[in-house]
């Protein structure tokens, strides 16, 4: 697999290809109240105009979740069969694919319905993609970690995922500041779109300097006692490993991946400032994500996630809940900026948590489906949904309401983890003891 120094430069370029693609990914969400306006201009001027626009184009956001599943299965399998470098690179050619379609694809005005069909299907493919992104890339990090160094390895792969926020709000930022809004819809939001082409050189660096970490072509067969073993444990792992991501998925999608829109429709907020907010919230939880997933290979894990779980769903509520009474940014980004510790320091230590309760010929398939499954359920439509359920109760508190429950169900399962859940952990344990 080549020294550390030699496999520095390929972790950088897998962190930042990981990067790109959920950025393209997420970009979508971040561009929303242009988007809506430019691919859905016949629900302007009735009643009600602005929300069913954004409701009709948080739906497309949504309908790329379908394909997260089968991307998933059919990437995992392919990647526990004939390695992480292979259906990682894979993934990212299709994503840079859906990149290049979004960035040219043209406007309602200009295509008719043959555009938002154009961006339903880059959304589609985006979603087979990123859909085996979460196993692979994050099997590939953990099994190319030294002893006793998996959960900084795997806390790398939640910190591309905030990178993409962060680098997604700041071009927010850029195309509101330096454009007016008629430049904006003349075509500026593209850039967005266009800068997440850069998947792709680093998918053609990937593919010439990676090694495999484990490809099972090239494996021990199990003996079928092992084999039944792993098949009983199945099902409560699966279980336990669904509730953590649950509550990963509500706050990326609701808690900091909806704030520009809630900031926007729901507090009257300037779009620009909402964008700053939520770049310096995904800053914030850059610095803090690795650092957690440092301190996780010193201490004890269940107990960080446990804490930051609890504390999390304690100040949720009454942080929202001072910004609704007197909305301002400075009090959006207080909260933002509290909420984002606590949820960092739990993404940190869970990923490389997660992955440990899979043995590694069927790790990046598992992953795949426990992430998949719940993102589809939690994820795909939750910004459509706390969208309606602000329309319907007229609370703009209920997506907080959504982000507790989704909490709450993440932290029961951490309470569930059990010792031997934490297989990788354990190897490094008697490999050094050794």
């Not at 370029?13 to 016949?42: G, H, Q, R």
């Not at 069969?81 to 694919?97: D, E, P, Q």
């Not at 949720?316 to 009090?331: C, F, G, Q, T």
Request: proline share 5%; hydrophobic share 55%; aromatic share 10%.
């Amino acid at each position: 697999m080549g020294t550390q120094a030699g496999i520095k430069p390929v972790i950088v370029a897998a962190v930042l290809a990981n990067a790109m693609e959920w950025f393209d990914f997420t970009i979508f969400a971040a561009m929303t109240p242009i988007i809506s306006k430019l691919f859905f201009p016949a629900a302007q001027g009735a009643t009600g105009a602005d929300l069913n626009a954004i409701l009709l184009t948080t739906a497309l956001f949504g309908a790329g979740f379908f394909m997260r599943p089968v991307g998933g299965v059919l990437l995992g399998l392919y990647g526990d069969t004939y390695g992480r470098k292979a259906a990682m690179t894979l993934g990212m050619g299709i994503m840079a694919l859906a990149a290049a379609i979004m960035t040219f694809s043209p406007t309602y005005a200009t295509a008719g319905l043959a555009a938002p069909l154009l961006m339903l299907m880059a959304r589609l493919l985006q979603g087979f993609s990123i859909g085996g992104e979460f196993g692979t890339s994050t099997a590939f990090l953990i099994e190319l970690a030294p002893p006793n160094r998996s959960g900084f390895y795997g806390s790398w792969q939640m910190s591309g995922q905030l990178m993409s926020t962060m680098l997604g709000a700041a071009l927010g930022m850029v195309v509101t500041q330096a454009f007016t809004p008629e430049q904006q819809l003349a075509g500026a939001w593209r850039i967005p779109f266009a800068v997440g082409l850069l998947i792709a050189p680093l998918t053609i660096y990937l593919r010439r300097h990676a090694s495999e970490t484990y490809a099972r072509i090239h494996a021990t067969p199990l003996t079928l006692a092992a084999e039944a073993a792993t098949v009983k444990r199945g099902l409560s792992d699966y279980l336990i490993g669904m509730g953590m991501v649950v509550a990963s998925t509500v706050s990326f999608y609701v808690t900091f991946g909806y704030t520009v829109t809630y900031a926007k429709q729901v507090l009257k907020l300037p779009v620009a400032e909402s964008f700053m907010v939520q770049m310096i919230a995904a800053i914030v939880m850059l610095i803090v994500t690795p650092i957690a997933g440092a301190l996780s290979d010193r201490h004890d894990r269940k107990t960080m996630l446990i804490v930051s779980l609890g504390a999390y769903l304690v100040a949720i509520y009454p942080l929202y809940a001072w910004v609704v009474a007197a909305p301002s940014v400075p009090r959006l980004l207080v909260t933002q900026i509290v909420i984002g510790v606590l949820s960092a320091t739990f993404l940190g230590v869970y990923c490389t948590t997660l992955a440990e309760m899979f043995p590694k010929r069927s790790r990046a398939t598992s992953l795949a489906v426990v992430n998949n499954v719940v993102v589809l359920i939690f994820g795909g439509f939750a910004q459509t949904f706390v969208t309606w359920l602000i329309a319907l109760t007229g609370s703009p508190l209920a997506p907080v309401l959504y982000v507790m429950i989704g909490v709450a169900l993440g932290l029961v399962a951490v309470v569930a983890l059990k010792p031997g859940h934490f297989r990788q952990r354990s190897a490094n344990a008697a490999q050094s003891a050794g």
